[in-house]
């Protein structure tokens, strides 16, 4: 087909390119003015260890915190994480539900948790966002901190 061709279709069928487009665009503007703006806010968590400053003590931390970071990153979503944010902020709806709103992502070699919350109320979903930070750094230091007895308990072998 040569350039030709292809004017001579247009010049056919141009009412009713004309009036396709002018549906898909009445379409768009429809959905538009009928969808519910969604807002998005985001909270970073930085995360580190301490140590004793020497370069080798250093480079293990930090290697340590970035494979900490992704597991880190998993628990925002979970009701142990969640439920906290629901009580504090008084929402009425489960931390499954709340879940879905919120997301959670560690850049790949960095010590960076990114938390995403999203709502249609603006101020919401910047409070969700901080509350999760907040409930995410309370759950870590309770997991992290040294425990009094074992966390497992060796089985003696029958003989």
Same mark, same amino acid.
């Given at each position: ?7 001579? =279709? %247009?010049? &056919?069928?141009?009412?009713l390119i004309t009036a396709i487009t002018l549906a898909g665009i009445a379409a768009a503007a429809a959905y538009s003015f009928v969808a519910t703006p969604e807002y998005s806010a985001a909270a970073k968590v930085f995360v580190s260890v301490?140590?004793?400053? *020497? ?14 970071? &992704? ?8 009701? &142990? ?9 008084? $929402? ?16 790949? @070699?960095?010590?960076? %948790?990114? =938390? @995403?919350? *999203? ?5 919401? +979903? +910047? @409070?969700?966002?901080?509350? +999760? ?9 309770? $997991?992290?901190?040294?425990?009094? *007895? ?10």
């Amino acid at each position: 087909m040569e350039l030709r061709d292809y004017v001579r =279709i %247009i010049r &056919k069928g141009w009412i009713l390119i004309t009036a396709i487009t002018l549906a898909g665009i009445a379409a768009a503007a429809a959905y538009s003015f009928v969808a519910t703006p969604e807002y998005s806010a985001a909270a970073k968590v930085f995360v580190s260890v301490q140590s004793n400053d *020497t370069v080798s003590d250093l480079v293990q931390g930090n290697t340590f915190t970035q494979n900490r970071v &992704k597991s880190y990153a998993e628990l925002v979503t979970t009701p &142990k994480v969640l439920n906290p944010v629901i009580e504090q902020l008084d $929402l009425d709806e489960s931390a499954a539900e709340l879940g879905l709103r919120i997301t959670a992502t560690a850049p790949l @070699d960095t010590s960076l %948790i990114q =938390i @995403d919350a *999203t709502s249609t109320d603006p101020a919401e +979903a +910047a @409070d969700l966002a901080n509350a +999760a930070s907040q409930s995410l750094a309370r759950v870590v230091e309770e $997991l992290e901190a040294p425990r009094r *007895t074992p966390a497992y308990r060796p089985c003696a072998s029958p003989r």
